[in-house]
């Protein structure tokens, strides 16, 4: 009897070795997402766009050795350009519109929805948190699972205040080297405690999402604490940046702190080897929307605003490929789910990357994979105002961007002034953050040589956008209106509106006015003044 219950037994554990063997062979995931990082500015970039760019004077060999030893991404962007719908993209695999009031910034999450994280955990994967995830959105961190729910940030969060931190503590002594490396202990400590925490032999998923290239960083630190020169810029700011000293200095003080994001991806790298993982770690390391408080980026639809940088190391995978595939981040949590043996959901918008990244091929990989579809609905201003959202909507192709601005008698960055007050400055055109490229641009807008750089950033849009990306890569001459492109136009207009029918995005499909109407806006308005005061100066004195 003892004998056939054992046999019993071995066939029943030989039953299931392959698929032990199976879970205990899959591999780890480290998706690493720096807030506002966008550009795409990282060294690796340098030379691809066959321009002069930031990416030249930036230095990241972390980043870089990732895609090195993997994939990078030449037409990477996000699927909005602000951070909770962007990430609900992300978590989801859907377009951004597809995630109810994920959405929009301080959006609610949909409980319904799939996401890729919690799809891992339920597969047998440890999962775990350090820094931000979703928020701003409500309930927090809600695709994460809640707020403290797989959280790893017992050693503390000063690393999202890179220069302001090192500064403070300078100032009490220390030199750079050893407030820096202060920050990086904190970055190890928590991933530390991540991985001290697992199964032995569990794969694991572990989402690292520090916010220091959000502004606001130290004015001055990029030049001061990592020796970036900014008239070594003088030549590579974008055609909507005035080329002076203090956009330049505010540029350099943005790529330091990509600098520090790059010192804290190295740190995660040299725990993976300690730990033996490396070879067993896809990872991935990209941004969630373009720089905040310069025009064109955040909540923009131009490329500052919604191309990332994205490289992707996989292990056994043909190494140093430099791909021209189109990608929207919506296609990592289909990547994911695929290298964990998860089937995707079929609501996923979303494609995966694995035949990509298993490919032997540079250039273009998929010849499937050659657009993109962007948009946006409502951001920090109207979030604030409680109103109607500036939607709009973008394919972007090799060769051409074309906007669809759904409401082109709103103001794309908020109102000019929301309402008189004393210190006035967050209530200009708020949907760009608050900087010393703002205030140069707008108390600089009655100048000849200022004009034309505060109509690319802050004035009403007309309806249709076509940029001729050959001969305007800075993206700043409407073509929409010109008879040599209205074959161009028509195609491209065609494919977004089919695209996005298909899709079922709100603002296209019944009366395209889900968005306008509650529970996604109260409808109430606030008074918006279509000019700025005389006298008036962004830093409110």
Not at 10 to 25: G, Q, Y
Request: proline fraction near 9%; include cysteine.
């Amino acid at each position: 009897m003892k004998m056939a219950i054992r046999q019993r037994l071995l066939s029943v554990l030989l039953l299931f070795l392959p698929l032990i063997a199976w879970a205990d062979n899959r591999l780890n995931i480290v998706v690493i997402v720096g807030d506002d990082w966008g550009g795409p500015y990282a060294s690796a970039y340098t030379g691809i766009y066959g321009r002069a760019l930031p990416s030249d004077t930036v230095k990241t060999p972390n980043i870089d050795r990732i895609a090195r030893n993997g994939v990078l991404f030449k037409n990477a962007y996000v699927n909005a350009p602000s951070c909770t719908p962007s990430r609900s993209s992300i978590f989801s695999g859907r377009y951004f519109f597809n995630t109810g009031g994920g959405a929009f910034l301080y959006g609610t999450w949909d409980p319904t929805i799939p996401s890729f994280p919690l799809l891992l955990h339920d597969a047998g994967y440890h999962i775990g948190k350090t820094y931000k995830t979703w928020a701003p959105g409500v309930p927090i961190d809600a695709p994460f699972g809640g707020v403290k729910t797989y959280q790893y940030q017992q050693s503390g969060t000063s690393a999202n205040r890179f220069s302001s931190t090192v500064t403070a503590l300078m100032a009490k002594g220390m030199t750079f080297d050893q407030a820096k490396q202060t920050l990086l202990d904190e970055v190890n400590g928590n991933f530390s405690a991540f991985i001290k925490a697992r199964k032995p032999g569990q794969p694991f998923l572990y989402w690292f999402g520090p916010t220091n290239t959000h502004r606001s960083w130290v004015k001055g630190s990029g030049k001061a604490l990592w020796g970036i020169d900014p008239d070594n810029l003088k030549n590579k700011l974008r055609a909507f940046l005035p080329n002076v000293p203090e956009i330049r200095e505010d540029m350099a003080d943005y790529l330091g702190e990509i600098q520090a994001l790059d010192a804290y991806v190295g740190v995660l790298l040299k725990k993976l080897e300690d730990i033996g993982e490396l070879d067993k770690t896809l990872i991935v390391v990209t941004g969630d929307n373009g720089p905040g408080g310069f025009p064109h980026g955040k909540w923009n639809l131009y490329d500052f605003g919604v191309a990332t940088p994205l490289a992707i190391w996989l292990p056994n995978s043909k190494a140093g490929r430099v791909v021209d595939d189109f990608t929207t981040l919506m296609d990592l949590a289909p990547t994911f789910l695929d290298v964990a043996g998860l089937p995707t959901p079929a609501d996923m918008n979303g494609k995966s990357l694995l035949p990509v990244l298993t490919s032997p091929n540079s250039g273009q990989v998929d010849p499937q994979r050659n657009f993109v579809i962007t948009g946006e609905e409502r951001h920090v201003g109207m979030a604030t105002e409680q109103s109607l959202p500036y939607p709009a909507r973008a394919l972007r192709t090799a060769n051409y961007l074309y906007i669809r601005n759904f409401a082109p008698e709103r103001w794309p960055m908020g109102c000019p002034l929301i309402s008189p007050a004393p210190t006035p400055t967050p209530w200009v055109f708020v949907d760009m953050d608050p900087s010393p490229t703002k205030d140069w641009i707008i108390n600089n807008r009655n100048v000849p040589a200022g004009a034309h750089f505060y109509t690319w950033g802050f004035a009403k849009r007309p309806m249709e956008e076509l940029f001729d990306l050959s001969n305007d890569p800075g993206q700043i001459t409407n073509v929409a209106n010109k008879p040599a492109y209205a074959t161009v136009k028509a195609q491209l207009a065609g494919q977004l509106l089919a695209r996005l029918k298909n899709a079922g995005d709100p603002r296209v499909v019944g009366d395209g006015k889900t968005f306008d109407q509650p529970p996604f806006t109260s409808l109430a308005s606030v008074a918006c003044h279509d000019s700025l005061p005389l006298g008036w100066l962004a830093n409110g004195q």
